[in-house]
């Protein structure tokens, strides 16, 4: 139900009908398969006519395909599958990257986090126990379960939409991106990953391994989402703050990352320069509202006007300050 984004029938009619077929749970062919483990994804090499389906295996075969002219990676398929229904695009040669373990890797030491570039979302939520609470509140407002089933964080990053969920929160935790090819590897401080409206510096043949997130976790961290619905919805500003303060309250450091306000998701580095050595205070959250006003230029769309916009995120900087006040309480 919760992909079900039809608002004018309602929820509880489409669950009444539903319930009026048939028992819930009648004990079918269907639910025997679903009392099963789910079948392992394996290799497929598939043709029709022009077009070619690949699925390989380990990381190494997908390097070695991705390195021929044409080929479309796939990852989840959450923004392909909609170029396709929607705006009826086609790529001769697909390559999926769900079967690659090496791409789906997670693990956490006492220095970063590693997460796999082709880990689905609710793959990640069950297996980072020891996520800030701020992961999951951002979770929470990714899209719907049936899509977080599917997204990667690896094809959200890609997509560089400027207003795609994962960017701000990564760029506020400091994530790095380690980007391979047959010819090595190199890791790329998110930040510097997007070059443009939807481009990033991917070169032909580079895939993004993993993604890494430094610890200790900031301190102070949180996530705000803003768009005309509560829940399933696309941004129309996503911010994400992180602040670290000495035993005065002094601002040690500061990473304040935005999406929606420019072509590209993008750290004010503007505002987090006006508050270092600064008191955390309101006279600080003021100098930081002033150099957002000089240094972001957001856009304007069906979804809210560049005044809004900047409005919303000066508005977000000063909520930040209000919940971390509380926080030290």
């Given at each position: ?24 749970f ?14 392992a ?14 699925r ?12 021929i ?19 009826f ?20 030491t ?7 570039a082709?880990?689905?979302?609710t ?37 560089a ?32 990953f ?9 070169e ?14 900031p ?19 996503a911010?994400?703050?992180?602040l670290?303060?000495?035993s ?7 990473r ?46 069906h979804?809210?006007s ?5 409005e ?18």
């Open positions: 139900m919760g992909g079900n984004l039809c608002r004018c029938t309602g929820y509880r009619p489409i669950r009444d009908a539903a319930l009026s077929l048939s028992v819930a009648p004990d079918d062919v269907f639910s025997q398969r679903l009392r099963q483990p789910a079948p994804v394996t290799s497929i090499d598939y043709s029709s006519g022009a077009a070619t389906f690949l390989p295996a380990t990381l190494a075969e997908c390097l070695r395909e991705v390195q002219p044409g080929s479309k990676v796939i990852a989840g398929a959450t923004d392909l599958g909609v170029e396709s229904n929607l705006r695009r086609r790529w001769n040669r697909l390559i999926s990257l769900e079967a690659a373990p090496e791409l789906q890797e997670f693990s956490e006492a220095s970063h986090v590693t997460i796999g082709a880990l689905p979302l793959d990640l939520a069950n297996r980072w126990k020891s996520a800030p609470a701020v992961f999951h509140e951002w979770l929470h407002l990714f899209a719907s379960p049936t899509l977080r089933n599917r997204a990667t964080l690896g094809g959200n990053l890609v997509t939409s400027p207003i795609g969920d994962s960017a701000p929160f990564l760029l506020a935790m400091n994530a790095t991106l380690n980007i391979v090819a047959i010819k090595g590897e190199r890791l790329v401080p998110l930040e510097a997007f070059t443009g409206y939807r481009k990033t510096l991917l032909p043949g580079e895939l993004i391994h993993s993604i890494h997130i430094p610890k200790p976790f301190r102070h961290l949180r996530f705000y989402k803003i768009a005309k619905r509560q829940m399933d919805d696309i941004s129309t500003v911010a994400a703050f992180a670290e303060l000495d005065r309250g002094r601002v040690n450091a500061a304040f990352a935005f999406g929606g306000v420019a072509a590209v998701p993008m750290r004010a580095v503007a505002a987090e320069e006006a508050i270092i050595g600064r008191v955390w205070n309101l006279d600080a959250v003021e100098r930081a509202q002033a150099a957002l006003q000089n240094s972001i230029q957001p856009m304007s769309d979804r809210g560049a005044e809004y916009r900047l919303v995120s000066k508005s977000l900087l000063e909520k930040f300050w209000c919940e971390t006040q509380e926080a030290r309480q």
